[in-house]
């Protein structure tokens, strides 16, 4: 399972853009290939209207965590 954090920003075009300013996201990917988890959480908050600013944390968790 991976942990990944994004600083992001809603859409211009977006609904969200008259709720929010931004916003911190924390993903959770269900995968071991960092590469594919990070592809895959940045096209789901695309899809969502959130354009990303930066990728602050990735982090591996364990069952024991």
Not at 18 to 38: H, M, R, V
Request: charged letters at 20%.
């Amino acid at each position: 399972m991976l942990l990944l954090e994004f600083s992001c920003t809603p859409k211009r075009s977006s609904s969200l853009n008259k709720i929010y300013g931004g916003a911190f996201i924390t993903c959770w990917i269900d995968q071991s290939d960092l590469k594919n988890a990070e592809v895959f959480a940045r096209g789901v908050l695309d899809a969502e209207g959130w354009q990303i600013q930066t990728l602050n944390h990735i982090e591996t968790i364990a069952r024991s965590d």
